[in-house]
């Protein structure tokens, strides 16, 4: 959480690109030149070094979370674990 929280701050505060987009190459939409053999179309989160810092932000409280958990990693199946990580905390507290 910490990551993605890093993340949406340098998108809101700098507006800086945290994903990209994998081209794969799914039969019938592989792009020539784009396509990578052997995956599939997915958005992934950025290395963090293209991520600048933004100005309008003092802090970089979570880069290493982001790093450590994000960086290059499918963004979908990481939202959906941060997810999961929420409900199963909600849950804790509702016992």
């Keep these: 959480m910490v990551g993605i929280r ?3 701050n340098r ?9 990209e987009r994998n081209y794969g ?10 396509g990578s ?3 599939v179309d997915a958005m992934h989160w950025v290395s963090s ?4 810092i933004a100005a309008k932000l ?14 290059g990693n499918p963004m ?10 929420v409900h199963r905390s909600v849950n804790e507290l509702d016992r």
């Design 76 to 85: 979908v199946p990481t939202i959906m674990q941060a997810a999961r990580w």
């Design 25 to 34: 190459t799914v039969m019938g939409q592989w792009i020539l030149g784009l």
């Design 49 to 52: 070094s293209t991520v600048p």
């Design 11 to 19: 998108m809101t505060h700098s507006r800086a690109i945290t994903v």
């Design 37 to 39: 053999l052997g995956t």
């Design 6 to 8: 890093w993340a949406r």
């Design 58 to 71: 003092s802090y970089d409280t979570g880069r290493a979370d982001y790093q450590r958990f994000l960086e």
